[in-house]
């Protein structure tokens, strides 16, 4: 089956660095991307692993081991804007459909 | 270019009825998904489409849901004899292919709520 796990609640404050681990069980994989969900909006894509290392957009980087089946999403210079919920999403198995993790809510404070 | 448009944005309907909802993809998007999300909770999937064709629909709850798309383009979920357990936002998400670095562009998605 597949199931990827997140903590369930993040809080920092304005500026700092967070990290959200996902962790995942798979048959077959074809990589980790991460989606931003604010309050009441539609998700949004903002990155995607394929191979093993660490991938960076802007304040977000993105890094995958599939060794430790094990990603995470670091925020760099938090904004009061990244209070969002974070899923983590991955393809595997016998088909394409694409699973989300539980998600993690990030609050950010002043 | 337009983004998802799915419709109706909000449904309230009585237990026991039937409803439709409506995904408009991204043209020329080849993959077509279907999620339900709870208040607070988690993505769920539903179906996926390939064209006209369903390689996935595990994620359908029982079969008072259906769902099918119709020239490659609009795809419409159907849910007969409405529960209340039924109650959540529907989310469709298109992307140009199913290969995984295609990202999903989600519409802003249908919140149903059956009383």
């Known amino acids: 089956g597949q199931s990827l796990e997140q903590p369930s609640e993040v809080t920092a404050v304005e500026g700092a660095i967070v990290q959200i681990n996902c962790t995942y069980q798979t048959s077959g994989f074809y990589g980790l991307s991460w989606y931003q969900q604010h309050d009441g909006g539609a998700p949004t894509f903002l990155s995607y692993?394929?191979?093993?290392g660490l991938e960076e957009t802007g304040r977000f980087s993105s890094f995958l081991s599939r060794s430790d089946s094990y990603g995470y999403l670091l925020l760099q210079e938090l904004q009061m804007k990244d209070s969002a919920s974070y899923f983590c999403a991955h393809k595997g198995g016998a088909t394409n459909k694409l699973i989300f993790g539980t998600g993690t809510l990030l609050a950010v404070q002043p | 270019g337009a983004g998802v448009s799915q419709s109706p944005s909000n449904k309230v309907t009585e237990k026991g009825k039937d409803v439709e909802l409506r995904c408009d993809p991204i043209s020329g998007h080849t993959a077509l998904y279907w999620y339900r999300q709870s208040l607070g909770q988690g993505l769920e999937f539903l179906i996926y489409?390939?064209?006209?064709?369903?390689?996935?629909k595990s994620g359908l709850p029982s079969d008072r849901f259906s769902a099918e798309r119709t020239g490659g383009s609009v795809s419409t979920l159907t849910i007969q004899r409405t529960q209340q357990e039924d109650s959540a936002v529907y989310l469709c998400?298109?992307?140009?292919?199913?290969?995984?670095?295609?990202?999903?562009?989600f519409g802003n998605g249908t919140r149903l709520t059956v009383t």
């Open positions: 998400a298109s992307s140009l292919v199913t290969r995984g670095n295609s990202p999903l562009h």
């Open positions: 692993n394929g191979l093993d």
């Open positions: 489409f390939q064209g006209n064709s369903a390689p996935d």
